[in-house]
């Protein structure tokens, strides 16, 4: 039976990496009526305690607990926020120490040929600290490069995953990390 810190990394992971999406450009300009940024709208879910900001014209997916965002299937690159309860032994460890324990056996669980790209990242999302760690990893025959963004909020841990064709990674970055900084707790 599996932990759940792996389940939670599953169904992150598995969420991230089936969905097909699309990311278009976008500024960094904010409304200041509403606080969305330019150019972006508000994924409405009352299920989550997040506010979330996607380009104009994209498609929003939305479950309990996970909110995405895609255009098509015609880039298979992706935005996801999904949220956990994380484990009693959590925050013990703390958010780093947990991030760093997940490599590479809880990625080799659900993917093949995992490989670590660079060193893992301090950063923040709002006044929350947040590391991020980026990996390659084959699903069904195809290689995706990954970016997650691990944070703590509230006692819920949410992971936001950028997901991409391994050669098209570089592509959509700048706009994945545009949309990490717009998430705006509730």
Known sequence: M???KGLALVAALL?????????????EAVNK?????????LAENPAVDYNFYYP????LDKNEGMTGVYAGISDPSSVSVATF???????SKGLKSYVEGLFPDEYEK???NVELVGDMTEGKIGEYSA?????????????????????VHGGYLYIITYTALADNYELHLS?????????KFK
Do not use: H
């Open 2 to 4: 599996k932990s759940r």
């Open 15 to 27: 969420i991230a990496a089936l969905s097909v999406f699309s990311l278009v450009s976008c500024t």
């Open 33 to 41: 009526e509403t606080d969305t940024p330019e150019g972006y709208v």
């Open 56 to 59: 104009k014209g994209w498609i």
């Open 85 to 91: 309860t994380p484990d009693k032994d959590f925050e």
């Open 110 to 112: 659900n993917f093949g």
């Open 131 to 151: 590391y991020s760690v980026v990996f390659k990893g084959d699903i069904s025959g195809n290689r995706y490069q990954f970016k997650q963004t691990f944070c």
């Open 175 to 183: 706009e994945a990390d545009a949309m990490v900084s717009y998430i």
